[in-house]
């Protein structure tokens, strides 16, 4: 004789099953977020590749850039980002888009800001809002926003090509 499931075995299964998808969709989606901040830290280094391009092309001066843009016509004319660095970049827009970024990218063509305060310095002279500080502690290129969850959720390109989501520099009296 063949024999059923109970009412009571059906809803244990299912319970079981909840108590597992609640405790795997956090894991997953932490998981997700820590593989996004790795890409983005991976885009961020090859931006800071192309950034090391143009100023071999331009007798070590970085680029005269603003800061960033909120949508595609807000800056028309203005040099951006993702516009002057393109060909730098291999003429892929997309290298211009962290993977956690939802809205930006899509909405001004750029997921990162330039440091619009080294623009048009030589990089063998730069200066920090007017201070001669190490070039491991001058971000170059940030995350538009904390794209990557925590409190330290934003990625950082310092100007010794190291990407990081460590502050590295402050601005205060000593």
């Not at 059906?10 to 099953?17: F, H, R, T, Y």
């Not at 894991?27 to 931006?47: D, E, F, H, M, P």
């Not at 192309?50 to 331009?58: F, I, L, M, P």
């Not at 060909?87 to 962290?98: I, N, R, S, V, W």
């Amino acid at each position: 004789m063949k024999r059923g499931y109970t009412l009571t075995e059906i809803l244990v299964a299912v319970a079981i099953i909840g108590v597992l998808t609640a405790i795997a969709l956090p894991i997953g989606k932490s998981v997700t977020r820590g593989a996004n901040q790795a890409a983005c830290l991976q885009k961020l280094r090859s931006l800071g590749a192309a950034v090391e391009g143009y100023t071999n092309d331009h007798n070590g001066t970085y680029p005269d850039l603003v800061i960033g843009r909120e949508n595609r016509r807000s800056s028309e004319g203005e040099p951006v980002l993702e516009e002057v660095l393109l060909e730098y970049a291999g003429g892929d827009p997309e290298a211009f888009q962290c993977p956690a970024d939802k809205e930006h990218f899509r909405k001004s063509g750029s997921s990162y800001f330039w440091n619009h305060q080294l623009s048009g310095q030589l990089k063998t002279q730069v200066t920090l809002l007017g201070m001669k500080v190490g070039m491991e502690n001058i971000p170059l290129i940030t995350d538009k926003e904390s794209f990557h969850g925590d409190h330290q959720g934003t990625n950082f390109l310092y100007a010794d090509q190291t990407a990081s989501r460590k502050v590295k520099f402050e601005v205060g009296s000593r």
